[in-house]
């Protein structure tokens, strides 16, 4: 699209659904974008139905089988009804899989004439969200074959199915909880097959440390620490079914990881820190985490840095920000994995604020992007200072305990993934408060 001078601003959500109309085929998968272009109406549809044609699509039987079906929902505030194209398109009001996404590229808070005149088009007087209301809005999603998932290598990841558990191990002689602990290949398998007999469902690897004031080592030195323990751990059968992550904030580190075998990037700049890495893993096609942090390791304590007025919608605000540029690099909404940077230009009282503020962050990024709002949330307080601050616990290793309070906090206000270094006590807290969500959803 972008080649053709349909230049994309904002992603909704990917939605698997079950086939409507003609039922006996494979499930579909759903979104929609906003775009800019120069081209007129009747030129778009062509430059759409040839893409159609140049990715395999054949005519075949209406609603049937094929590889990709492109439709104009809204051009602007125009109405167009010709014998060629009918926009607004005509079967939105009755259709939940086109209008979640469409649902997804609106803020809550209306932000722009072009978009509050969509309002105006819809069949019911309160605008687009009375008509997502009326055909069950935010219920809808999770039954009748209806799911948001997020694509990583050959599968889709319902990220809302279970809280997932992801391991902590770093390759660093400085990291303030195991660093040095992890100096060989062997040892690093080791503590992998551990991990994943213990409960983990992704494996985040460290090359290089960012506790505060640690110091910044070139991209050619964490890669000499990370890509021979990828290259053992790819070849080991218990990571079968397992997701790798890779935590850099260099773009060539993250290239190269995912070349050996890693499925996520997780940068602690939120691409701050590298002009680069978004470009580059939007060529990835992979998901990105991105993180809350203002500075880097060595400034991100200093007294500015941690200055609020709103913890929660300032990080909210300023996640945003970075994960709307992700956007624009081309990353889509689909593929973002938010982290508010527990311990992250955070103090104690700011990280207290965001293990409880989880619904405030969605909520604040939701009145901007609502598709973004329902990306899965990652918390990391695993055996962070502020922990030790409050339980009187000066060594990292003493803080497990803290820990799974902190990830149950977390988990009970929505955070879908959690990042710890001791996997089986965190994973058996990780269960129980699916338990308990479940058993809350179940008696609504």
Request: charged share 25%.
């Amino acid at each position: 699209m972008k080649k053709s001078g349909i230049n994309i601003t904002r992603h909704g959500c990917l939605y698997e659904t079950a086939p409507a109309y003609v039922t006996d085929q494979p499930h579909f998968l759903n979104s929609a974008v906003r775009a800019v272009t120069k081209l007129g109406p009747h030129e778009l549809l062509g430059v759409i139905k040839q893409i159609e044609k140049d990715l395999g699509r054949t005519k075949g039987i209406r609603y049937g089988p094929r590889p990709i079906d492109l439709d104009i929902l809204f051009y602007g505030r125009f109405r167009i009804d010709s014998d060629r194209l009918t926009v607004p398109h005509e079967r939105i009001w009755e259709r939940p899989f086109v209008m979640a996404p469409l649902m997804d590229l609106l803020g809550s808070d209306i932000e722009s004439d072009t978009v509050a005149s969509w309002h105006s088009l819809s069949i019911h007087s309160g605008g687009l969200f009375e008509t997502w209301q009326k055909l069950g809005g935010e219920c809808q999603i999770g039954k009748d074959g209806m799911r948001r998932v997020l694509p990583i290598g050959n599968n889709l990841w319902d990220w809302s199915e279970k809280t997932s558990v992801m391991g902590v191990i770093n390759l660093t002689p400085d990291s303030f909880s195991d660093g040095g602990n992890f100096q060989s290949v062997d040892s690093v398998v080791s503590q992998v097959r551990s991990m994943i007999s213990e409960g983990a469902d992704i494996v985040d690897f460290g090359a290089q440390s960012t506790r505060p004031m640690a110091s910044r080592i070139s991209p050619q030195e964490e890669m000499d620490r990370l890509i021979p323990v990828l290259e053992a751990v790819v070849k080991i059968p218990e990571i079968n079914g397992k997701l790798i992550s890779v935590d850099t904030f260099y773009s060539e580190v993250a290239s190269e990881a995912v070349r050996k075998g890693a499925h996520l990037v997780n940068d602690v700049s939120g691409g701050q820190l590298d002009p680069n890495m978004t470009k580059v893993v939007a060529d990835l096609e992979v998901p990105y985490i991105a993180m809350h942090m203002r500075g880097d390791p060595t400034t991100m304590q200093n007294s500015e840095n941690l200055q609020y007025d709103n913890v929660c919608k300032q990080v909210a605000s300023e996640l945003f920000s970075r994960i709307e540029s992700a956007e624009l690099s081309g990353i889509p909404a689909w593929r973002i994995i938010i982290d508010p940077g527990i311990g992250f230009s955070k103090n104690t009282d700011h990280n207290l604020e965001i293990l409880m503020g989880i619904p405030t962050i969605r909520a604040e990024i939701g009145r901007k992007s609502v598709a973004i709002s329902h990306a899965p949330i990652l918390i990391g307080p695993s055996r962070k200072r502020f922990l030790g601050e409050i339980c009187a616990r000066s060594a990292a290793t003493e803080r497990d305990p803290a820990t799974i309070a902190a990830v149950t906090t977390g988990i009970l206000g929505g955070a879908n993934i959690v990042r710890v270094h001791n996997v089986r006590d965190n994973a058996d807290a990780v269960k129980l408060c699916d338990a308990m969500l479940k058993r809350k959803q179940s008696t609504r």
